[in-house]
C-alpha cells in the first residue's frame, strides 16, 4: 500500500466514523441494552433485579396471550398490506385517467396519510358507532358491534389501517405511473393490445418494482401498528386485537415487567428483521437494492 | 465608561471582595430563610372555563420568598403519564419535585422507592378532613405517599322523568334497576331509547364496572388477605348479571366497546334510561342546549340482591413529591397548600371538572349554590371504595381486563374467564411476594 493510498483510506474512515458512531450510539446499543434486558427478571417496583438466562423467552413459547398475540399481528399484517397494495394500485389508475379535480382528490389521498393515526383512530371510533356511527347508518341502520365483537373488531381495525395508508401506496404508485413514457403505451395500441392486455403486460411489470417497496415499507409498518388497535380497542374485545406490539407495551409500561417485556420486544425485533431480510432478499433479484 | 479606569489590580481585589461579600450573602441567606429555589410541578392541564392553576402557583410563591414554581404540564391520556413518570423516576431523574399521579399509581410508584414518604409532614388529622376512599388510595404500608386532590366516583344517571312517568324510584338493586328498565322500555316502545349503558370496553373502566358488580355482590378482587378473587362463585354471579344485562337486551350490545364518552354521548341525547358514569357527565348533561337539562337524577351504585349495598369506585389524582427533588421542603410545602382549603375551594370555584377531596367544600353554601349537586355528590364518595391499594394494581388491572372482556362478549363462561384470571395472576403475584 502506498503513503498516498494509506491516507485515502483513513480518510475514508474518518469520514464514516460520524455515521458509524451514531448509528452504533442510536440504535446498536440500545439494542444490545434490550437484548441483554431481556436475559433478566427486572421490575423495579419489587426492587428485582436478576438474571434468569432464556426464562422468558421459554415462557413465551407456552403463553396463551403472546401465541394469541402473534396470530393477531400476522393476521392484521397480512390482510392490511395485501389491501392496501391492490387499492393502492386501482386508485393510482384510477388519478391517472381523472381529467377533472385531480389536485383536489391528490389533496383528499394526502390529506388521510397526513393525519395523526391518534386521530385516525378517534375518527373511526365515531364511524364504527354502533348506533350513531357513518358506517351502520350507510349498512341499513344495522346494528354492528364493530368494535366490541370479537369476530368484528380485527377487521374493523384492518379496514381503518387501510383507509390511513393506502394512499401512501397510491401516491407511490401514482408517482411511477406518471414517469411512464407515453411512447410505450402507443406502442402497446400498435401491436393492437388491448385494455386488459395494456395494463397486464405494460403497466403492471412497469409498476411492479416500486409495489415491492411500498410492500417492503407497509409490511414493516404493519408489523410494529400500536396506535391504531391502541386508542380503538385497548386490544380488546378478549384480547381479539391485541398486537405483539400492545401486549410487549402493556408489560413494559404498565406493569412494568421491564426484562419480560423487552423479551416481548426481541421477539418483534427477530421478526421484523426475518421478512426485511427476505424482502431484501427478493428486492436484490428484481436489481432494485445493492 | 465613564472616568479614568482604575488600575487593573484594584479591579482584581475589587471583584474579589465583592465575590466574597456574595458568598457571605448567600451563607446568611441560607441561615434566615431558604435559599431561591425553582420547583418544578408536573400535571396535566386543568379543563375548564377558565384555568386557576397560574393564579394558586403564584399566590404560593408570594407565601413562599425564593420559591419559584414552574409548572410543566403533562398529556390528559393516564397511559402516557404512567410511561412519562415510570422511565423518568426509574432513571432517578431529579427533572421534576412535584407530581400528580393517578390514585391506582402511589402504593406502585411507592413500593419503587420514586415518592418522598410525607410522613415526617402530614399527620392524620391533616389528611382527616379529605373522604376516607381517598386516604385509603394515598397511604401505603402505614405511610403517606401523597396527598388528596381531586376525586371521581362512579355513579349511576337515570333519566328522572321517565322514572317519575312510571311511578319508579330509582333502584337500590341491579335486579330493581333491571326490571325498571325493561319496564320503562316497553312502555315507551321507542326502539332508539336504551337501557342502561356501562364501559365494557377492554380498559381501566372496565375493571371499575366490574368491581362495582363484585361489591354489590358482596365480593372482592382482592380480599382483605390479598387472596386473588377470594370468593370465586359471587364474581361468577356478578359477571354472569353483566353479560346477562347484553343477552337480556336491557343494554345495546355495544357497550362491550363503550367507553366513558361513547357511552355518555347517548345519554346525553336522551336515548338511554340508566347511566353508569363519574361526576363529571352530569356538567355535559345540565349545560344550555343539553336534551337532558333538568331531567336526569343521581343515584348511588346499586347492589346485587342477596349481596350487599352498592358502592362507586373511586379515581382522581393525588399530589407527590419526586424522591430524587432537591428542594423536599418546599415540594411539600407546595403539596400541602395545593391540597389545602383555599387551593381546592379556587380550583372547584372555578367550574372544572374536578372535584375536589375536602369533604367540607361539598357543604359550603357558597359553592353549593353555583353546583347544586355537590351534596349528593357528597354521599356518594363518602360510601365509595377505592380499587385494591396494591403496588401490583397496574398488573392485576391488565391482567383480568383481557378476561373480564372475554366473559362479557361470550368468548369465555364467567367461570372460565375467571379461573383463567386467577391462575394468571397467581403466577405472577405467587413468584414476587
Not at chain 1, 413459547?61 to 392490511?80: E, I, K
Not at chain 2, 392541564?45 to 404560593?60: A, E, H, N, V, Y
Not at chain 2, 406502585?108 to 373522604?131: I, N, Y
Request: net charge positive; with cysteine.
Amino acid at each position: 500500500m502506498t503513503a498516498r493510498q494509506r491516507a485515502d483510506r483513513l480518510a475514508g474512515l474518518a469520514f464514516v466514523a460520524p455515521a458509524a458512531l451514531t448509528v452504533a450510539g442510536l440504535a446498536l446499543y440500545p439494542g444490545l441494552w434490550v437484548l441483554w434486558l431481556s436475559l433478566q427478571q427486572r421490575i423495579p417496583i419489587f426492587g428485582i433485579t436478576r438474571f434468569v438466562g432464556l426464562e422468558h423467552y421459554a415462557f413465551l413459547g407456552s403463553d396463551p396471550r403472546f401465541w394469541n398475540a402473534v396470530r393477531v399481528t400476522l393476521v392484521f399484517t397480512g390482510a392490511s398490506v395485501a389491501l392496501e397494495l391492490v387499492l393502492g394500485l386501482v386508485v393510482a389508475l384510477a388519478l391517472q385517467r381523472q381529467q377533472v379535480g385531480r389536485r383536489l382528490a391528490l389533496s383528499l389521498l394526502l390529506l388521510a396519510w397526513a393525519l395523526p393515526s391518534v386521530v385516525t383512530a378517534k375518527l373511526f371510533e365515531w364511524l364504527y358507532h354502533p348506533s350513531a356511527g357513518l358506517v351502520n347508518v350507510l349498512l341499513g341502520g344495522r346494528a354492528f358491534n364493530w368494535l366490541g365483537d370479537p369476530s368484528l373488531a380485527l377487521p374493523g381495525l384492518i379496514v381503518a389501517d387501510v383507509w390511513r395508508t393506502m394512499p401512501f401506496v397510491a401516491l407511490l404508485c401514482y408517482a411511477r405511473l406518471l414517469t411512464i413514457p407515453p411512447e410505450v403505451y402507443e406502442a402497446a395500441r400498435v401491436d393492437g393490445a388491448g385494455r386488459l392486455a395494456t395494463l397486464t403486460s405494460v403497466t403492471l411489470p412497469l409498476v411492479r418494482p416500486i409495489l415491492l417497496v411500498a410492500l417492503l415499507f407497509r409490511t414493516l409498518d404493519a408489523l410494529r401498528a400500536f396506535d391504531l388497535m391502541y386508542v380503538l380497542t385497548g386490544g380488546g374485545p378478549a384480547g381479539t386485537t391485541e398486537t405483539l406490539t400492545v401486549y410487549a407495551y402493556r408489560s413494559l409500561f404498565q406493569t412494568l415487567q421491564l426484562g419480560f417485556g423487552a423479551a416481548i420486544g426481541v421477539v418483534i425485533f427477530a421478526i421484523v428483521m426475518a421478512i426485511a431480510a427476505g424482502y431484501l432478499r427478493a428486492l436484490r433479484r428484481e436489481g432494485l437494492a445493492a | 465608561m465613564g472616568g479614568p479606569a482604575p488600575a487593573t489590580g484594584v479591579v482584581r481585589r475589587r471583584a474579589a471582595l465583592l465575590l466574597l461579600a456574595l458568598a457571605l450573602a448567600g451563607c446568611a441567606e441560607r441561615r434566615d430563610g431558604p435559599a431561591p429555589v425553582t420547583l418544578v410541578f408536573k400535571h396535566a392541564k386543568i379543563l375548564g372555563p377558565s384555568d386557576p392553576m397560574p393564579g394558586l402557583l403564584r399566590d404560593f410563591e408570594r407565601r413562599h420568598p425564593g420559591v419559584t414554581v414552574r409548572s410543566e404540564p403533562l398529556t390528559w391520556t393516564s397511559d402516557e403519564q404512567h410511561q412519562f413518570y415510570v422511565i423518568n423516576l426509574d432513571g432517578a431523574s431529579p427533572t421534576f419535585d412535584v407530581l400528580m399521579l393517578d390514585v391506582i399509581w402511589v402504593p406502585e410508584f411507592a413500593q419503587a422507592g420514586w415518592l418522598l414518604d410525607l410522613s415526617p409532614w402530614v399527620t392524620r388529622e391533616e389528611l382527616a378532613p379529605h373522604f376516607p376512599a381517598a386516604v385509603e388510595a394515598a397511604t401505603w404500608g402505614g405511610r403517606v405517599w401523597g396527598l388528596p386532590w381531586n376525586m371521581n366516583v362512579g355513579v349511576v344517571y337515570y333519566r328522572a322523568d321517565l322514572l317519575a312517568k312510571y311511578g319508579l324510584h330509582p333502584p337500590t338493586t341491579w335486579e330493581a334497576l333491571a326490571e325498571q328498565t325493561a319496564r320503562i322500555r316497553a312502555g315507551e316502545g321507542d326502539r332508539r331509547l336504551d337501557g342502561v349503558l356501562w364501559q365494557g370496553k377492554q380498559y381501566e373502566g372496565l375493571v371499575c364496572n366490574v368491581l362495582e358488580h363484585f361489591w354489590g355482590s358482596g365480593t372482592a378482587l382482592l380480599g382483605p388477605d390479598a387472596r386473588v378473587l377470594p370468593d370465586p362463585s359471587r364474581a361468577e354471579a356478578a359477571l354472569t348479571f353483566m353479560r346477562g344485562l347484553v343477552d337480556r337486551g336491557l343494554s345495546p350490545g355495544w357497550v362491550t366497546a363503550g367507553d366513558e364518552e361513547l357511552t355518555r354521548r347517548p345519554f346525553g341525547d336522551g336515548r338511554a334510561v340508566f347511566l353508569r358514569s363519574w361526576p363529571y357527565a352530569l356538567d355535559l348533561f345540565e349545560q344550555a342546549g343539553s336534551p337532558v337539562r333538568g331531567r336526569v337524577g343521581i343515584a348511588a351504585l346499586p347492589g346485587h340482591a342477596g349481596g350487599a349495598t352498592g358502592a362507586g369506585a373511586t379515581g382522581g389524582f393525588h399530589l407527590a413529591v419526586n424522591r430524587r427533588s432537591r428542594h423536599a421542603e418546599a415540594a411539600v410545602a407546595l403539596v400541602r397548600y395545593l391540597a389545602g382549603e383555599s387551593a381546592e375551594r379556587a380550583l372547584t370555584a372555578a367550574g372544572v371538572a374536578l372535584y375536589p377531596t375536602r369533604m367540607a367544600l361539598y357543604h359550603d353554601p357558597e359553592i353549593v349554590r353555583a353546583r347544586p349537586s355537590m351534596p349528593r355528590f357528597h354521599d356518594l364518595m363518602l360510601a365509595a371504595r377505592p380499587r385494591p391499594v396494591t403496588p401490583y394494581y397496574l398488573m392485576l388491572s391488565t391482567t383480568v381486563q383481557p378476561e373480564f372482556s372475554a366473559a362479557l362478549v361470550g368468548v369465555k363462561t364467567p367461570s372460565r374467564a375467571l379461573a383463567d384470571a386467577r391462575r394468571r395472576l397467581e403466577y405472577m403475584l405467587g413468584g414476587l411476594r
